[in-house]
Each structure stands twice: as structure tokens, then as C-alpha cells.
């Protein structure tokens, strides 16, 4: 493990990817990739957070996020804490700022928020004096599976630099997207987005992307495929006729994937839309690598966990 890497995350914050180098996201990766060997122990624990607490403050739904920082925590010993809105006082009105002091008087090490608000978890880590990690704000940042998005890819035996890794559905609504493109850029990948022109972002021509609006040509080139759910519950209004249309234009099926190169892999962070935008055929077929994404979150949460709550007194 990358020593200098390791005494540097202390108590920080992990807000989003600009909050990290292109050197410690290796370093997060490298920890990350050790740490996939502990959840295939008969006994996965280690030592390592005891002692340590960490709360999940999650005001959206969740079921890989979540739990895997759960898991995560549990696996180095930490205790655990999760709290949902629907479970909180935030359904008798408390205001956001209230729950986050009010969770930082039980003096937690670290506090995973997850909300619909962009900008909560900038906001809770100027009051809550722990480390906050963000698990997910509106479409603004996610910073964790951008992380775990990356080791996957190299797990499977690709360099990130220079990758050429095509990024499809609704980028509009997709911290996902967001987190990744940052990620990606700053190994020099080529990325190419995809999907209709009314699910992109406003601001896509300053973002160093190639766009375009078919998805045969996305997936052509691509070494990674990473295709995005549509997100109908941030959508005011119908951005597309039908999903029945929408999945004739942009589903990832079989069909498709017959332009795809013999190497490629293809990401989804989950929750899939069977059928939507991608086929099952795809989804379970040989080139989906979906459910080693969910099992490099663990690891992934671990190390992030590990390097801002634990480090170097370890
Ligand atoms: C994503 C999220 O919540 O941003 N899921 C996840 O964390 N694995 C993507 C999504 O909801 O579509």
C-alpha cells in the first residue's frame, strides 16, 4: 500500500472527484484491490476500524450504496449506524442541518450521506466535524462508484489510460456520468457519451467529450461500455415520447452488441431497467462484468473507509 498515499486521507472529506488526484485514486484502487480478498474469507473481518463509527445518513433510496458501506464498515469492525428518512425525524420536519448536528453530537468518525439535493454533503462536512462522504447528491456527484467503476476495469485486466470507454442513456440526470467523466478524464481517456439530445447536459460541449445520438457507433470502439438507467424520478416532465421508443433507439441488446469489440465490458450501477436500456441477454450475457461492479463496492467502501478513518495509526 502506497504509504504517502495513505497518511495524506486522514480525516479529509470525499465530496467528489476533484477532491482526489490522479495519484490517490490509484492509491484507492491499489488499497481497494487488497482488500477484495478479505469478503472471500470464511471469517471477513479485520481489526482495523475498531472502535470507529460510521452512519449512513441516506435521504434517497439505496440498495448497493448502502449496503455496501454497511458492509464495508463491518467487514474492518467499525460500527455501524444506518439512518433513512423515512425512519428519521426529517418526517416530523426537522430540517437537514438539525439531523446532520444532531448526528454529529453522537461524535460519529464518518457520516455517508446520500440525498436528492445537490450540494448537502458540501454543506453537512462544514458542520458535522467527521468526515463526510458523499454517497450520492441529486445528478450532481458520486464519487464512491466512479472509484469502484475504475477498479472494475482494471480488475479486468485494462489500463485506465487512454481507455476508450462510451457512457449511454440518460446523462442528464447521472451523477454517475458526472463522477466518472471527471475520473476518466484525468487519465486521458477517450470518452464518448450517447443518448437523446434531450437527456444531455446543457454544458456537454465543455465537458471533453465526444456526443453523439446512436448508440452503434457509441458502443463500436468502445473497450467499456457504461450504460445509465433512466432516472424518470428526477424528470419533471416526459423527456422522451415512450420508454418503448426510447429502448428501440438506445437498449443495449444483442443486436448491438454485435458491433461491439470482443474485449469490451459492459457497466451498469445499477438499478437495471430489463428491457430499457439494457437486455437481459446483455445484462447476464458474457460481456456484462454488473455484479463484479457490486462486489468492488465493498472494497472499494473499505478502503475509502479504512483511509479516512483509520490510516496511519494502523
Ligand atoms: C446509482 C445512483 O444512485 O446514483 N446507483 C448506485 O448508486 N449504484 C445510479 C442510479 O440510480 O441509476
Redesign the pocket.
Known amino acids: 500500500m502506497a504509504e504517502p498515499v495513505l497518511a495524506a486521507f486522514r480525516g479529509r472529506h470525499l465530496l467528489s472527484i476533484s477532491d482526489l488526484s490522479a495519484d490517490e485514486i490509484s492509491g484507492l484502487i491499489n488499497t481497494a484491490h487488497r482488500f477484495v480478498e478479505v469478503s472471500e474469507r470464511e471469517v471477513k473481518k479485520l481489526p482495523t476500524l475498531r472502535g470507529k463509527t460510521v452512519v449512513n445518513l441516506f435521504f434517497e433510496p439505496?440498495t448497493?450504496?448502502r449496503t455496501s458501506f454497511e458492509i464495508a464498515g463491518k467487514r474492518l469492525s467499525a460500527d455501524v449506524i444506518n439512518i433513512s428518512a423515512q425512519s428519521s425525524s426529517v418526517l416530523k420536519g426537522e430540517t437537514f442541518k438539525d439531523t446532520v448536528l444532531n448526528v454529529a453530537s453522537m461524535n460519529p468518525d464518518a457520516l455517508v450521506i446520500r440525498h436528492p439535493s445537490p450540494g448537502t454533503p458540501l454543506y453537512a462536512s462544514k458542520i458535522a466535524g467527521c468526515s463526510v462522504i458523499n454517497g450520492?447528491d441529486g445528478a450532481h456527484a458520486?464519487p464512491t462508484?466512479a472509484l469502484l467503476d475504475m477498479m472494475t476495469i482494471m480488475e479486468h485486466g485494462k489500463s485506465l489510460q487512454n481507455i476508450r470507454v462510451s457512457i449511454i442513456g440518460d446523462v442528464l440526470h447521472?451523477?454517475?456520468a458526472r463522477s466518472n467523466i471527471a475520473a476518466f478524464k484525468m487519465f486521458d481517456a477517450k470518452i464518448t457519451v450517447c443518448g437523446p439530445k434531450t437527456l444531455m447536459p446543457p454544458d456537454v460541449g465543455s465537458l471533453g467529450v465526444r456526443v453523439t445520438h446512436d448508440i452503434s457507433e457509441a458502443v463500436r470502439e468502445a473497450e467499456v461500455i457504461m450504460m445509465?438507467?433512466i432516472?424518470t424520478e428526477r424528470m419533471a416532465q416526459g423527456l422522451f415520447p415512450s420508454l418503448r421508443e426510447y429502448s428501440a433507439q438506445f437498449c443495449l441488446d444483442s443486436r448491438v452488441m454485435k458491433k461491439a469489440r470482443p474485449d469490451a465490458i459492459v457497466m451498469h450501477?445499477?438499478?437495471i431497467n430489463r428491457g430499457i436500456e439494457i437486455s437481459s441477454e446483455v445484462a447476464d450475457g458474457p460481456y456484462s462484468v454488473i455484479l463484479d461492479q457490486v462486489a468492488h463496492g465493498v472494497a472499494m467502501r473499505m478502503a475509502v473507509l479504512y483511509l479516512l478513518c483509520g490510516g496511519a495509526e494502523q
Open positions: 439505496s448497493r450504496t450520492g458520486h462508484q447521472s451523477r454517475v445509465l438507467r432516472q450501477p445499477g438499478p
